[in-house]
């Protein structure tokens, strides 16, 4: 985990950005911490309750990266009376609308940004529309401070190239600074352009006119990563612990007490050029041990069996009591499935660090 | 939630058996307690800290169902010391040979139930395989209390006609019955003859030589078992509740709050007579919307859109900050994303219901 933080931001200096942590994926805070000591400079969240916590320990400068709506304003006036930084974003005039409809109503200037789509993967403005001005107007003559743009090229999850990784990345870039050249040429501020994904940040060959990069699930790398081609499995720095609890031995199968509860029941390396099924089976000390996969699971069981051909010595090579790690597809979704992470410390030590858990 | 319950408790009566709901579905004690109020007779939990924390609530008679191994047995023991009649099952000579000795050790006679493999999905021993003996004998004769045979016909989920779930629901009852009748033929005890799962449960026609029923995910119900045909969306008795935050209008997408998170990753009726993505839609007062489900989702998002055609109108529609509930594909993974319930009483009062996390 160390080593992915250090990665990362050696290359955000080296690109000349600023870097916020997306802290969806960790929900932990000795992860921002680790983060925040190697150089990120505030914090991403995807819910006004992360928000909350991360501003209680410690962390002021949060951008909330999900679109907000009217019924959340009062969450996000209550953090900024307690004195955090919280940026909220809108990709829409009726959003824009009600927030500065709100915050006039209560004497806050919201800062915004506004959301823009690069990719058309999910939400946001596309940056040659004309709503972007009108958003861009609607919060700033609303009262509100308008404090960039920013997006997220989500499909380059879909990838797996480098040059294609490289030519998203740069498709995300130019996207967004178009975006800030229009609000700026229509006489608006737009101090911030804030772009990012862990692929397209780990490919991103420049990143002109970008002020800050944002990216998540590096900290912790998954198999969905490894498939796209930005990590090796030897990055990947979660886990799951597990123990053989049983076989059907003319089936291949060891049964494993990691099932999707464990794993969570993220798929995403399905569609991928290798399907890992529930996640890759390795060594207690982390030695992948090729061919060896979760090939299904149900909620406390999971089933290890090789790729192809079975494995009919699957209860000698893994006898009852045997344990093994499982590198997760997805380590968003694997982390949620926990209360708190055992952290394994340089001097090999075990720390526990609790993780966020709800809304 | 109370309907399901009734219904399942008056069928099993019917049936002439004991019901053991599995609590792994709903991991919350109000739940369990109204599932006991109807007439349930112990418990059924998928791991040890489920049973520690059910029995810490007043819940005696539990049936921890997934194989037991040497590691877990200090706990076992633990609960069983503090008074907890707790059952523990097993499918190899390997493991019952562990719980014999370590009962041994510690003077302790475990209740060890057999685990019989009735449908090939999983774990468990065949019923006429000779190893159902071995582990009679391993654990009878080694001092520990056999207490009879289960199974679960886990396959019973890939159906989805009436008359295949009741051949599914007779296999189960026949091959469990049958691994009764050799142990017992044997010289060993078999008071116990336990078999389930919702579809079979609410499937057999007939249930002669089985002493009890387990079943979990009737409790709530889901778009899994609506597609099997055992429930209709109108007994669905979980939802989440979500906010329009944005749209792509010219796609027919309306962004929800409700992602991956908030669902889960369960994406269990891709390959079901009727996919609804991540979920059906329905209105606060859960009337289905046909036709609308949520197509995507990412963590803390979820395109919501029509099956089909794409609805143009979505944006006038489901306006920004319309609510909407979704109905799960799969109760169990989508209460393991939330901390609580927000449980609607009879009497239109909002409760919340802690719900357990972790292991």
Redesign the interface.
Same mark, same amino acid.
């Given at each position: 985990m160390q080593r992915n933080i250090t990665r990362m931001q050696a290359r955000m200096n080296a690109l000349g950005v600023r870097f916020r942590p997306h802290v969806?994926t960790s929900k932990c805070t000795p992860v921002a911490q680790a983060q925040r000591a190697a150089g990120a400079q505030g914090i991403t969240v995807?819910?006004l309750k992360e928000a909350a916590q991360f501003y209680a320990d410690g962390f002021g400068d949060i951008l909330y990266a999900?679109?907000?709506? #009217?019924?959340k304003l009062p969450q996000a006036l209550a953090l900024r009376r307690q004195g955090c930084d919280l940026k909220i974003i809108t @990709? *829409?005039v #009726? *959003?824009a609308e009600?927030i500065a409809a709100f915050g006039r109503q209560h004497g806050e200037a919201f800062e915004v940004w506004i959301e823009i789509?690069s990719d058309g993967h999910? *939400?946001g403005i596309k940056p040659g529309e004309a709503a972007l001005l009108e958003v861009a107007r609607t919060l700033h003559q609303g009262g509100m401070q308008l404090g960039g743009v920013m997006t997220h090229a989500?499909s380059s999850y879909d990838l797996n190239s480098p040059e294609a990784l490289a030519a998203m990345a740069e498709q995300e870039r130019a996207a967004c600074v178009l975006a800030a050249e229009r609000v700026r040429a229509a006489g608006f501020p737009c101090a911030v352009v804030s772009v990012g994904s862990t692929p397209t940040a780990l490919s991103a060959a420049q990143l002109d006119g970008v002020t800050e990069v944002r990216a998540g699930v590096y900290v912790f790398f998954d198999l969905v990563m490894h498939n796209i081609g930005v990590c090796e499995t030897s990055d990947i720095a979660l886990s799951v612990l597990t123990?053989?609890?049983?076989?059907?031995a003319e089936k291949g199968w060891a049964?494993v007490?990691a099932g999707?509860?464990?794993m *969570?029941? @993220?798929?995403g390396t399905q569609k991928q050029r290798h399907d890992f099924g529930y996640g890759q089976v390795c060594s207690t000390d982390c030695e992948v041990l090729p061919g060896y996969v979760l090939s299904g699971a149900?909620?406390?069981?999971g089933?290890l069996s090789r790729e192809g051909e079975a494995d009919t010595d699957i209860a000698t090579r893994f =006898?009852?009591?045997t344990q093994l790690r499982i590198l997760p597809n997805?380590a968003?979704?694997t982390g #949620?499935?926990? =209360? #708190?992470y055992h952290a394994l410390t340089e001097d090999g030590e075990l720390a526990t660090w609790s993780r966020l858990?709800?809304?």
């Amino acid at each position: 985990m160390q080593r992915n933080i250090t990665r990362m931001q050696a290359r955000m200096n080296a690109l000349g950005v600023r870097f916020r942590p997306h802290v969806k994926t960790s929900k932990c805070t000795p992860v921002a911490q680790a983060q925040r000591a190697a150089g990120a400079q505030g914090i991403t969240v995807s819910t006004l309750k992360e928000a909350a916590q991360f501003y209680a320990d410690g962390f002021g400068d949060i951008l909330y990266a999900v679109g907000m709506v #009217a019924t959340k304003l009062p969450q996000a006036l209550a953090l900024r009376r307690q004195g955090c930084d919280l940026k909220i974003i809108t @990709d *829409s005039v #009726a *959003s824009a609308e009600a927030i500065a409809a709100f915050g006039r109503q209560h004497g806050e200037a919201f800062e915004v940004w506004i959301e823009i789509d690069s990719d058309g993967h999910r *939400s946001g403005i596309k940056p040659g529309e004309a709503a972007l001005l009108e958003v861009a107007r609607t919060l700033h003559q609303g009262g509100m401070q308008l404090g960039g743009v920013m997006t997220h090229a989500g499909s380059s999850y879909d990838l797996n190239s480098p040059e294609a990784l490289a030519a998203m990345a740069e498709q995300e870039r130019a996207a967004c600074v178009l975006a800030a050249e229009r609000v700026r040429a229509a006489g608006f501020p737009c101090a911030v352009v804030s772009v990012g994904s862990t692929p397209t940040a780990l490919s991103a060959a420049q990143l002109d006119g970008v002020t800050e990069v944002r990216a998540g699930v590096y900290v912790f790398f998954d198999l969905v990563m490894h498939n796209i081609g930005v990590c090796e499995t030897s990055d990947i720095a979660l886990s799951v612990l597990t123990t053989v609890i049983g076989h059907q031995a003319e089936k291949g199968w060891a049964i494993v007490d990691a099932g999707w509860m464990a794993m *969570s029941r @993220d798929r995403g390396t399905q569609k991928q050029r290798h399907d890992f099924g529930y996640g890759q089976v390795c060594s207690t000390d982390c030695e992948v041990l090729p061919g060896y996969v979760l090939s299904g699971a149900n909620q406390e069981h999971g089933i290890l069996s090789r790729e192809g051909e079975a494995d009919t010595d699957i209860a000698t090579r893994f =006898p009852i009591g045997t344990q093994l790690r499982i590198l997760p597809n997805h380590a968003c979704a694997t982390g #949620a499935q926990y =209360p #708190a992470y055992h952290a394994l410390t340089e001097d090999g030590e075990l720390a526990t660090w609790s993780r966020l858990h709800g809304w």
